[in-house]
């Protein structure tokens, strides 16, 4: 007789009743988060959690063993279907095993998810053969940790998890030769350490729309089944905290702002990227995209504080935001401004992003902050359905040099930008669209930037460009030298300091032959260059000491395109490219923004103090440098989360 268990995870349970009363799913638009109790926020996050759950099984084909990744194996698990295909798959997939870091961590929620069915029920869906190949896995496959921090935290999350599991183990039980409790400690220490510096100087690669999952996955392993209270705590936590740094600087599900790292493909078109999956489950904006990452969040029983969805869904109130991050540990040429985390290299990053209804413009202050996948800046505007759409805007330096290169890498000078180049193809390409620059110097205020260049002789690619959307509508050449255009709702003004030309994104051919398959059309029909980017053009100019100004306005807030473009025209602007570019410029709101080359900012005369910022610094987060804590505001509610006692205090403030 088939064995069909109650599969829901324990920590769904309370929900059973709530979810089967309920009609099968269909996507709707947002309501405002505002408007509904905490219990119906929940209820419909959970069901789009059961409705990842349902296409995740639809999508499983049990005749075919060749196809279907550990996180569908672990979801049949679950649900009881297709066991044979998952037991048989797990072995197919794992002849030899591979992926390193991104082996351990589903190969963790399987082994998870396996345990809570024989916990809950009795009895087992695998068996004990299934058991010994696992167990032989963890022995004689070594996994590398990878060297980027998403790489250590998830490796260093699920060892500790797949320890937890056999804590009696000796070496002679695991692939490194340490036992149980050796992996389990240092694996703490490491996650706990991660933590620590997290919410006391930021991330190194904070904010990726790309790689948002892989901290999202593990700290959802931690809050779903860790054992010891505490990093069970501080993983329900983290999770909480990553998801309000996405929600403060996001659109409708895209993540708008300055980022550590974006590949070209989500570059141009952001609601391909894994955070606008996050957007569609925690917030129910955009549209729903199938994702590994909101696979496991959907088992693990994880459920996001109501408040999220309401600061990511209000928009009603333009605002400033502003972040303090820090770069990836420098290695060598760590510069003036370094300082040092427990003998190790950085340097702050200052984030700025202005938040309206509309559209979402975003900055950091330049420089090499990231290594290879930066972007310094960027707009995105408001669709209603972004798929498809390239809703956005950005500008780049395309810096390329082994100083980068040895900053962040171990690499020899002679090979380092060979070897980058392997595995990020488009590093070394004049028209690549990601990447930071030491010559770049970038500064915002509300809704306009000012971007300043100083490029040297004998710099490799001498030259900046600027997105230009082929979903742009109207765009205008005016004689007063600024470039105009619209995007969706938002008006856009561009004004180029020195001249330049309009140049085919892909003027070197790189991206359109798939460029390592960043835009490769063997990926899915929509994937290749043509359907990404095609028809988009760049603004390319050559000139040594450079610059731009970008002012963003709302539709809305003009009676014409005409009444806009007047507006600006009529600007005061003042400026100088050489001996170094310098900018003052008066924006839309009357504000006289002052920017030179080399030296600090000024609004109305006032220096710009960066070293007064905070962790957080809006309207919806506030957190002090090294403070290991974060306060979620939403009107009198507040939700406070205190990492060094792994604690939660939620309240309402009295209405005065």
Known sequence: MPFFPVLFHRRLVALLAILLAQPVFSAVQPSPGASLSDEEIIRQYKERCEYILNQTIETTDP??????????????????????????????????????MFWVLPMVLLMQVAKDIEEETGQSLLTNDDWAFIRTLWRTYFPYRGDTENHWIMYYVSLYLAAEMFPE????????????????????????????????????????????????????????????????????????????????????????????????????????????????????????????SNILIALSGYTPPPILLRIAQDRDNPYIHRELKRTRWRLRNVGETAFEI??????????????????????????????????????????????????????????????????????????????????????????????????????????????????????????????????????????SGWI???????????????????????????????????????LSPTSGFEPLAGGSESYVSYELQNGYIVQIASVKDYDSYEDFKNAVVALPLEFSLTPTPSVTFTDLEGTELSAQYGKAPSINGKEVDYSTWKLFDGPFAQAEKESESLEMIYGQERYFLDFKNARIETSILPTK
């Open 169 to 292: 183990d000796g070496p002679e039980r695991w692939y490194n030769g340490k036992s149980s409790a050796e992996n389990m400690a240092e694996a703490r220490e490491y996650i706990e350490d991660w933590i620590k510096i997290t919410t006391s100087y930021g991330q190194g690669e904070y904010d990726s729309p790309n790689y948002i999952g892989e901290y999202t996955r593990p700290m959802a392993l931690l809050a779903g089944w860790a054992n010891d209270p505490v990093l069970r705590q501080k993983g329900k936590m983290m999770m909480d905290y990553l998801l309000l740094d996405f929600a403060v600087e996001n659109l409708n599900g895209i993540y708008g702002g300055a980022h550590s790292r974006v590949y070209p493909r989500y570059l141009v078109q952001p609601s391909l990227t894994a955070s606008a999956a996050h957007g569609w489950l925690f917030f129910n904006q955009g549209e729903y995209l199938a994702n590994s």
């Open 484 to 522: 105009f255009a619209q995007g969706g709702p938002a008006y856009i003004a561009y004004r180029p300091l020195a001249p330049g030309e309009w140049k085919p994104v892909d003027w070197t051919g790189l991206l359109k032959s798939g460029a390592g398959n960043y835009f490769s059309a063997t």
């Open 63 to 100: 005749n075919d063993l060749s196809t279907g990744s550990l996180f569908q194996v672990a979801v049949n698990l679950h649900k009881g279907t297709n066991i044979e295909w998952a037991r048989k798959r797990l072995v197919f997939d794992n002849q030899p095993p591979s992926g390193n």
């Open 342 to 479: 427990d003998g190790k290299s950085t340097i702050p990053v200052y984030k700025y992003s202005y938040v309206h209804q509309d559209y979402i413009l975003g900055s950091s202050q330049g420089g090499l902050l990231q290594p290879i996948q930066q972007q310094t800046w960027s707009l995105i505007w408001y669709e209603p359905k972004p798929a498809g759409i390239s809703n956005t805007m950005f500008g780049i330096q395309p810096y390329s040099s082994p100083f980068e290169g040895t900053m962040y890498f171990g690499e020899n000078w002679d090979t380092v930008t060979d070897l980058i180049s392997r595995s990020k193809v488009d590093y070394d390409s004049e028209d690549k669209l990601e990447g930071g620059s030491p010559y770049e110097q970038i500064f915002q205020h509300k809704a306009a930037l000012i971007a300043l260049y100083d490029i040297p002789e004998g710099t490799r690619f001498p030259l900046i460009h600027t997105f230009f959307s082929r979903d742009l509508k109207n765009r205008e050449e005016n004689a």
